[in-house]
């Protein structure tokens, strides 16, 4: 019999970590992700089988246990979950009413935090990132530079910016050189 | 920077997040095979180019993903509505009430 193979997870920027008087910016740790089509019955079933109720309001998140669903358009969420990092979230269900398909590897993030945080994010992205704009919670699909990329705001001060693997070395570096000018 | 109205989003966007994706309201035939290669062409490639009020669709690429709907005057730029796709175009009245 063959031998199991056992893959090695690689992150692309792992253990990536940047910080000056303004800010601070780390790669996150690896992640399970899913991304999930549905409809509102759809993403109730779902919610269910991850015991995660989905928000269903734009832009809205909720949080248990290490999971995190986003709302990103009226029938797409995008669900993170950073404990059980190898396991997929998409449930063996026979009867699906809704499409989920696992992105763990497509994605890497970014944790922006300290008070230079919006200022950094602000230098290559195009949105109001103000408090009364983009309140503590919420997140969206944006741009940053060139790159798409989903922002989350995780506290007052931190931000969780979701890009795919491949704009991952680019945006890192669009990050730092915006850190620079946040701290100035 | 412009801001576009998203009515998905219910929210005032960045053009950035924005693209183009033509005239809208273009009626396609049910009946394709019965067209003259005139109309064909007509229906298919000509579009307006009024300067002034034109209806297009747009798609909010970079953010819901949704496409819609805008009354965009193409000498001054400015968005004049945006509405969901799917729904009605506006009536000349409409229009003419936008631009008062």
């Known amino acids: 019999m063959a031998d199991s193979i056992t893959a090695e997870r690689r992150e692309i920027v792992a253990g990536f970590k940047f910080a000056n008087n303004a800010v601070s910016i780390e790669a996150a740790p690896a992640a399970s992700r899913t991304n999930l089509r549905a409809t509102t019955a759809g993403a109730k079933s779902f919610g269910k089988s991850i015991s995660l109720e989905l928000p269903t309001i734009m832009h809205e998140t909720a949080s248990k246990a290490g999971r995190h669903a986003l709302k990103l358009g009226p029938d797409e969420w995008l669900l993170i979950d950073t404990k059980n990092i190898n396991d997929s979230m998409v449930p063996r269900l026979a009867n699906k009413n809704f499409s989920a398909v696992d992105i763990s590897h497509r994605n890497c993030a970014f944790v922006i935090s300290g008070a230079g945080a919006a200022n950094t994010l602000n230098t290559a992205c195009p949105r109001d990132l103000s408090l009364a704009a983009f309140p503590v919670g919420t997140c969206s699909r944006t741009l940053f530079g060139k790159a798409e990329v989903v922002l989350y705001r995780t506290a007052k001060d931190t931000f969780r910016l979701e890009c795919w693997r491949t704009f991952a070395t680019y945006v890192r570096d669009y990050l730092m050189d915006g850190a620079k000018d946040a701290h100035i | ?100």
Not at chain 2, 6 to 30: K, M, N, W
């Open chain 2, 1 to 100: 920077m412009l801001l576009i109205h998203c009515p998905y989003c219910e929210d005032d966007r960045p053009e950035l997040e924005f693209s183009h994706a033509g005239q809208a309201h273009i009626v396609r035939p049910t009946d394709m095979d019965g067209l003259s290669d005139e109309e064909f062409e007509a229906m298919f490639f000509i579009r307006d180019n009024p300067k002034g009020i034109i209806l297009e669709r747009w798609r909010h690429s970079m953010g819901c993903g949704r496409f819609l709907n805008a009354v965009r005057h193409t000498v001054t730029d400015k968005f004049l509505k945006t509405y969901k796709a799917g729904q009605p175009r506006p009536t000349d009245k409409d229009i003419e009430d936008l631009l008062k």
